[in-house]
């Protein structure tokens, strides 16, 4: 079934530097999506990107997509330790794009 | 902003209880989810519904879940006869009616389950 993979699993920097996250999947998609997870919270949503775009921006977040390499990155620039927190990327698992499913995240740890 | 809403925000049950977890979706979102997340464990897709009936379910939605609409604002999922693997974390989710659209979570309910 489709599911999307981040790596690293588990990643520590220090205030200040960029993190990057990636995430791979299986078969075709029409979009992708990223979201956050504080410890013990609900899921927000970063950013959604479709499969026609290749770079979107949010603030100091920057997703990529490689549709030929079924391949996503969530890059975040000058992090801050409010950033540390759990991210997901969410796939389809449908050609419809109606239901998705999580990969089992990047657990980033930005040290002050 | 509007958001979805979530209840309880934790119960504990005895095992083999009957459990139901209630959800407010976005008032003009037309599709619904419920996701669960074992703790230190990924989000797991349990449901999607969208015009009163089921359209997808994984293999962990047997016949001790079932959800629900009963009404024009909640969303509710139950299980019947809770087990210990049931304690998790259930997050339901909503959102519009076009495809690839953004899905948007509530703040979950903890299920624990003794």
């Known amino acids: 079934s489709q599911q999307g993979e981040e790596d690293p699993q588990a990643l520590s920097i220090q205030e200040g530097e960029n993190a990057t996250m990636n995430c791979s999947y299986k078969?075709?998609?029409?979009?992708l999506q990223w979201y956050r997870q504080n410890s013990g919270r609900g899921l927000v949503h970063l950013i959604l990107?479709?499969?026609?775009?290749r770079e979107k921006h949010s603030g100091r977040l920057r997703v990529t997509l490689d549709t030929s390499k079924k391949s996503s990155s969530l890059l975040i620039t000058a992090s801050r330790a409010a950033d540390t927190a759990s991210y997901f990327c969410?796939?389809?698992?449908?050609?419809?794009?109606?239901?998705?499913?999580f990969g089992p995240g990047t657990r980033l740890s930005v040290l002050p | 902003e509007p958001e979805v809403t979530q209840t309880p925000s934790h119960q504990v049950t005895q095992m083999g209880q009957e459990v139901i977890l209630r959800c407010v979706p976005i008032?003009?979102?037309?599709?619904f989810y419920w996701y669960r997340q074992i703790l230190g464990q990924k989000v797991e897709f349990l449901v999607s519904?969208?015009?009163?009936?089921?359209?997808?379910k994984s293999e962990i939605f047997d016949d001790q879940f079932s959800v629900e609409r009963p009404d024009g604002s909640n969303f509710t999922l139950k299980i019947r006869s809770t087990k210990l693997e049931d304690s998790a974390m259930y997050f339901c989710?909503?959102?519009?009616?076009?495809?690839?659209?953004?899905?948007?979570f509530g703040e979950g309910s903890w299920l624990t389950v003794v």
């Open positions: 989710a909503s959102r519009t009616g076009f495809s690839g659209n953004t899905i948007y």
């Open positions: 078969t075709s998609i029409n979009n």
């Open positions: 990107i479709r499969s026609n775009e």
């Open positions: 969410a796939t389809p698992i449908d050609n419809y794009g109606q239901n998705f499913v």
């Open positions: 008032s003009n979102h037309l599709y």
């Open positions: 519904f969208y015009n009163n009936e089921i359209s997808e």
